[in-house]
């Protein structure tokens, strides 16, 4: 089992370019969640989805922000245009619909994102 | 959701047993009390997750008093890899979960 796979593993950009950030959940999940994490604000939930339909974007930070699920089998979050306060490393998590009751979420190794 | 409140850091040595404690006033009925850790540079794992009582696996013990509205993550004999920042988090199954700043514990020689 490979885990969730992020790509690319490390970005560095320039203010005003647009970056796209992809996901690969575990096989057979159905949930797949985006988070970011920086040091002033912690871990935040950006978006997740549920049998590849978003359920709560609540966390996305403004329209810049956009995120798909086009397929079970992978998702992408996309800043539009891209500004220096949006780096921080993000994350991509997963869940297995067969543990029922269960709130273990299967985390990516995480996106370092860098704006200049 | 409810919120969590847990020690922003603790110092502990090798061989300790650790607690750490979170409060969870507002929990509601069909919340779970999950814990989650996180090394540098890599994603949370989850460690342990109840919703009353105690729960113990192979890693972590976790205690829940009747009145659900704390929880204490037991650690036992802790080594230097223990180091790491934790999580405590509360929430019903498989929906969206809010992660704290979690509480940051050193292990020392």
């Known amino acids: 089992d490979a885990g969730v796979i992020q790509s690319p593993r490390h970005e560095v950009t320039e203010m005003g370019q647009e970056v796209t950030l992809r996901c690969k959940p575990i096989?057979?999940?159905?949930?797949l969640f985006w988070y970011r994490q920086t040091m002033m604000r912690g871990l935040e939930l950006l978006i997740y989805?549920?049998?590849?339909?978003?359920?709560?974007d609540s966390g996305m930070p403004e329209d810049r922000f956009s995120a798909k699920m086009p397929n079970a089998s992978f998702s992408t979050l996309k800043i539009q245009p891209s500004e220096p306060r949006d780096s921080a490393v993000y994350f991509c998590a997963s869940t297995d619909p067969g543990l029922a009751g269960s709130n273990e979420q299967f985390f990516g190794p995480g996106t370092r994102l860098t704006v200049l | 959701l409810a919120k969590t409140t847990q020690p922003i850091s603790m110092d502990s040595y090798e061989g300790q047993e650790v607690n750490i404690t979170c409060s969870h006033n507002n929990i509601a009925t069909n919340d779970y009390i999950t814990w989650y850790q996180q090394f540098p540079s890599q994603g949370p794992r989850f460690i342990i997750q109840?919703?009353?009582t105690k729960v113990t696996n192979e890693v972590a013990s976790l205690f829940i008093p009747a009145d659900r509205k704390s929880s204490t993550l037991s650690l036992p004999r802790v080594s230097l890899s223990d180091t790491a920042v934790y999580y405590c988090?509360?929430?019903?199954?498989?929906?969206?979960?809010?992660f704290g700043k979690g509480t940051k514990l050193s292990v020392k020689p």
């Open positions: 989805f549920n049998n590849n339909v978003p359920i709560d």
């Open positions: 109840g919703y009353k």
């Open positions: 096989s057979g999940h159905n949930s």
């Open positions: 988090l509360v929430g019903g199954s498989q929906g969206n979960l809010i």
